[in-house]
């Protein structure tokens, strides 16, 4: 277990609103970090954050100790850093197999020169970059939608379609925004194995869900931000029985 994130003292306002409020936390590069809070709490935008899309108006961030504080979204997802996002992303007119090699460009060699030429070695890269698309979307269990147009497909296979495009980036952490938002119980579930196989296969992953049981199960560790503040950082079990976490969400989201 070694250290993969580390956040020190983040702080986002917006126009006055502290979406963020000195947050601190670490993420290990083998666990699957959950962050939960209630509406508003700044999910998405500690996410934001930690991704370049957003600067914070305060505060360090580190990814395998380089200091990444101001850097912008090219220099996080090159130094390993993929995610998908609450509203899903996929490029509707292309096919499932497009949109997850887009996710593999940065991994190409190939000059624009080579491209047009097509070359040799762009024709072999350009194969096992197919091949390295199609044994993802195997992975993921969508091979059979690889030449569907990506808008045409139910709710649940577009999500992979945006995960199987962030894994073929070879991230070293993983970021899911509420990928189980619009699934049925059994997509969710599915998609709780999956993710258990996404953390061993490599990549760290760190979710936002609302979703308490499928994060209670499937988390190492949870973060719970509330009005922007860490309320509480431990394992599932004493999350779960916290009482001011009790109070600010779980009980809420049970009801
Ligand atoms: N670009 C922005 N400009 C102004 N305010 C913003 C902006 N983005 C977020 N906020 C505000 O910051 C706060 C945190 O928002 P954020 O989207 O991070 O919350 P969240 O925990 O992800 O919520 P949800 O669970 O509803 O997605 C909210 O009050 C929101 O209105």
Partial sequence: MAELLRI????MN???????DDISLTVHDDEIFGIIGPNGAGKTTLFNNI???????????FL??????????TAFCL?????TFQNIRVFGQMSVLENVLVGMHKNMQANLFEIILKTPRQKKEERKAREEAMEMLHF???????????????????????????????????????P??????????????LIAQIRKRGPA??????????????????AVLNFGKLLALDVPEKVAVNPEVVAAYIGEEEE
Wanted: with cysteine.
């Fill in 180 to 193: 189980t938002a619009g699934m049925n119980p059994q997509e969710t579930d599915d998609l709780m194995h």
């Fill in 64 to 73: 395998e100790g380089e200091d990444m504080t101001g850097k912008n979204t």
């Fill in 140 to 178: 993921l269990g969508i091979a059979d939608a690889a030449d569907e147009m990506a808008g045409s497909l139910p709710y649940g296979t577009q999500r992979k379609v945006e995960i199987a495009r962030a894994l073929v980036s070879r991230p070293k952490l993983l970021l899911l925004d509420e």
């Fill in 14 to 20: 917006f126009s006055g609103l502290k979406a963020l």
């Fill in 51 to 61: 991704t370049g899309f957003n600067q914070p108006t305060s505060g360090r961030m």
């Fill in 205 to 222: 992953v760190t979710v936002i869900e609302h979703n308490i049981k499928f994060m209670l199960t499937l988390c190492d560790r949870i």
């Fill in 8 to 11: 020190e003292h983040l702080c």
């Fill in 79 to 83: 130094k390993g850093i993929a995610r």
